[in-house]
């Protein structure tokens, strides 16, 4: 884990800057939800594997700097479907993962309200399911309970209030307890967000 304290870098980063801008300048946090799709899927070379579509869910909270071409800090808690289809010689079916998600981003935002982000996303699995032939199978017992991904994304917030994010996280944990098999967690995400005043 700690080879990964390096992408915490940026976050530390943005977040003091932040603390230290001018006092007349406003820091405090704003909240939001947000909502979107997933596709995602997972590495491996034990049978051939597809594009899973998900959901995702959650609140989120920026620590914004408010100067032009600034750093904003995001933090988010979502609940994130994802997983993928397989396609095996005697049968096919899908594994369905469910994270809880705590992204921690800096962004880089201009004037005009577009950005760019990256950071760390830390992931604590829900439920685990195996579905195939019409059934569903706890799978649980055979995934990490952690995960740990980095995402890179683009957005654009319109008027600090209503916005648009494309994001990819990148899984960096192996996702299963087999020792034969390497399994990573691949997701990209499209989401609607929204600021409350």
């Known amino acids: 884990m700690r080879k990964y304290y390096l992408f915490l870098l940026p976050i530390v980063v943005c977040v ?9 300048q ?15 899927t997972s590495t491996g070379d034990d049978y051939n594997k597809d594009k899973l579509i998900g959901w995702q869910a959650g609140a989120l909270m920026f620590l914004d700097c408010g ?4 750093f ?6 979502n609940v994130s479907s994802q997983g993928s289809k397989y396609d095996h010689v005697a049968f096919s079916g899908k594994v369905v993962l469910t994270y809880l998600n705590i992204p921690l981003v800096a ?12 950071g760390v996303q830390p992931g604590f699995l829900l439920s685990a399911k195996d579905k195939y032939n019409g059934n569903t199978y706890d799978y649980k017992d055979t995934v990490n309970s952690f995960d740990f991904g980095i995402p890179v994304g683009i957005g654009y917030i319109f008027k600090r209030r209503l916005g648009l994010n494309v994001r990819y996280i990148f899984g960096v944990y192996d996702t299963g307890k087999a020792e ?3 399994d990573h967690n691949h997701v990209w995400a499209l989401r609607l967000f929204y600021v409350f005043p």
Request: proline letters at 6%.
């Open 16 to 24: 003091s800057f932040c603390v230290a801008q001018d006092t007349k």
């Open 26 to 40: 406003s820091t405090r946090p704003s909240f939001g939800v947000i909502a979107g799709v997933t596709g995602s």
């Open 67 to 70: 100067s032009p071409d600034h």
């Open 72 to 77: 904003v800090f995001g933090a988010e808690a």
């Open 107 to 118: 962004q880089l935002r201009d004037p005009l309200g577009f950005y760019a982000e990256a």
């Open 180 to 182: 034969n098999e390497k």
